[in-house]
């Protein structure tokens, strides 16, 4: 029977089900539009000193508000963008260093996959009997069993 229940899809790293108008690209505000915004929020801010009103605590409430405005929409706008990725070991390698390669280390078990604990080799979804190791007294190939 044919499920009549709406699928998730995924537009730009958001889904359908965290943002609905996903698909049509407004589930994100750009660093432009929040700068504007908050600029223009600190100005109307100040711009609300010039009033009828006679008593200074309106004016101080005004200028907190518009300076905190302005504090956040820098903190927002100048913030890093963090797309830089940084990796250690791509350039800092020793004269002569070789890769080891991890994924036939894993498979087979050897180097640093070779002492590991039963428990260990489970939580790796990897039983060792490639390599011909005993988990339970037993291997998988009877040529390695000795």
């Not at 660093?31 to 908050?38: N, P």
């Not at 990796?87 to 590991?116: C, F, I, M, R, S």
């Amino acid at each position: 029977m044919a499920s009549h229940a709406k699928k998730a899809e995924v537009y730009a790293n958001v889904s359908t089900e965290d943002v609905p108008s996903a698909a049509w690209g407004w589930s994100a505000l750009s660093r432009r539009a929040v700068a504007t915004a908050g600029i223009c929020g600190g100005l109307f801010l100040l711009g609300m000193l010039f009033g009828n009103h006679k008593g200074h605590v309106e004016d101080i409430w005004l200028i907190v508000l518009a300076v905190l405005t302005f504090i956040g929409t820098a903190f927002v706008t100048l913030q890093p963008k963090l797309t830089q990725v940084r990796t250690v070991t791509a350039h800092n390698k020793a004269e002569g260093h070789v890769e080891p390669v991890w994924t036939e280390d894993q498979l087979h078990g050897t180097g640093v996959y070779a002492n590991l604990s039963r428990e260990e080799r489970l939580a790796l979804n990897t039983d060792g009997t490639s390599a011909g190791t005993e988990i339970d007294g037993t291997t998988a190939d009877p040529e390695l069993a000795h």
